[in-house]
C-alpha cells in the first residue's frame, strides 16, 4: 500500500492523518508467517503522518483480526489485537546525504523519488510481530481436562486439577529413599 507525500514532505512539521481500513492483500502478497491464513477482515490503520528532517515519521497503530484457537480448550476464536507504531520513512535523498557506508537495511525508506509512503513492510513487521503469544477463548477459561480430553467448560468431569502420571514413572510412587549423610529427618520441634 502506498501513500503519496509530495507536498508534505516538502512542508517539515507538516502532518497529516491516515484512518483507514483496507484489505490484508493491500500489503503485498508475500507469506505473513503464521498469520498467512488467519487473517480475518481488513486492517485498519490509524495514523499519523508528519514530516521530520529526512523523511515522513509513521506514528499510531495497526489492527488486525485474525482466526485462531483458544490455547486452553482449543476452540475457535477470533482475536483482534492492536500494535503501536513509530517509525521514520527516509527520504532517499537524506539517505545519499549520510551515505556512511552503514547501511542498514532494516529501516523504511520513501519510494518513487520520495513521493511515496510505501507501507507494506512496516504494516507487516507491526503485526507478525505484535501479535499475542497465545489467545484464550475468555480470561477464565477451563481449558481441556489433562487425563481424558473433556472440556471443562461445558462438562466438568471428576479428574479434578490433578495431573495424570505417567505409567512409566508409577513404579516410583512406593519409593522412600532413606536420608542422605548429615541430614536426619525433618524434626518437629514446634
Ligand atoms: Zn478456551
Ligand atoms: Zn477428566
Redesign the pocket.
Known sequence: MRVPVTGLLDRPGGRRELVTSVPADAFGDDPWGPLVDALDGPIALDLLLESVSGGILARGSIRATARTS??????P?LRTWDVDVLELHRAQAAVDREDDGDEDDLDYRLVDGDTQLELDQMVRDALVVGQPVRA???PD???LCPTCGTDR?TSPCDHGDERPVDPRWEALRGLRLPPAAGEGPPTDAG
Open positions: 483458544c490455547a486452553r480448550c482449543l476452540a476464536l484464550l477463548c475468555r477459561c477451563a481449558g467448560n
